[in-house]
């Protein structure tokens, strides 16, 4: 495993510990050159899965990229990167369960945005402004009555 701060091609392994949910291997790893230490998983893949754009276009799907998108809107909450985890991997089986090897993006976001729901609500109007495309403040406050959210906060 390459290391992610000096680019050397080899590290050591210190410590392997299934995950939480069991879902991956999570290894400890140490670079023999710089001395730095990292975290990395390792996990099944049980099929290869194809997003279908709305612009018809298709595209590999990108573990890491639901990762970042989750963690964007996540930025500064008090979530645990182990929920985090959880919640990506969650997600990831919904989507190799359904059967199919071309999944429409739309699901991947209502997925995203029921798995956020329950996590954390602030989480959940972020990311929903970004996928819903909030272009000013009603629309905020459409999706925070809609959402039963709005009594709530007042």
């Given at each position: 495993?390459?290391?992610?701060?000096?680019?050397?091609?080899?590290?050591?392994?210190?410590?392997?510990?299934?995950?939480?949910?069991?879902?991956?291997?999570?290894?400890?790893?140490?670079?023999?050159?710089?001395?730095?230490?990292?975290?990395?998983?390792?996990?099944?893949?049980?099929?290869?899965?194809?997003?279908?754009?709305?612009?018809?276009?298709?595209?590999?799907?990108?573990?890491?990229?639901?990762?970042?998108?989750?963690?964007?809107?996540?930025?500064?909450?008090?979530?645990?990167?182990?929920?985090?985890?959880r919640l990506v991997s969650a997600i990831v089986r919904q989507?190799?369960?359904?059967?199919?090897?071309?999944?429409?993006?739309?699901?991947?976001?209502?997925?995203?945005?029921?798995?956020?729901?329950?996590?954390?609500?602030?989480?959940?109007?972020?990311?929903?402004?970004?996928?819903?495309?909030?272009?000013?403040?009603?629309?905020?406050?459409?999706?925070?009555?809609?959402?039963?959210?709005?009594?709530?906060?007042?």
């Amino acid at each position: 495993m390459r290391c992610p701060f000096c680019g050397h091609l080899e590290s050591q392994v210190k410590d392997s510990r299934p995950s939480e949910d069991s879902a991956a291997i999570r290894r400890r790893r140490l670079c023999p050159e710089c001395g730095g230490r990292f975290t990395t998983f390792e996990r099944v893949q049980l099929r290869e899965l194809t997003i279908l754009k709305r612009s018809g276009r298709r595209a590999p799907f990108d573990r890491e990229k639901l990762v970042r998108s989750v963690s964007i809107a996540l930025r500064k909450r008090p979530v645990d990167p182990e929920r985090v985890e959880r919640l990506v991997s969650a997600i990831v089986r919904q989507l190799e369960s359904m059967g199919e090897t071309e999944i429409p993006s739309h699901v991947v976001g209502e997925l995203v945005m029921k798995a956020l729901k329950s996590l954390d609500e602030v989480a959940y109007v972020r990311y929903a402004s970004v996928y819903r495309d909030f272009r000013q403040t009603d629309d905020f406050a459409r999706f925070l009555s809609d959402e039963g959210l709005a009594d709530e906060a007042g």
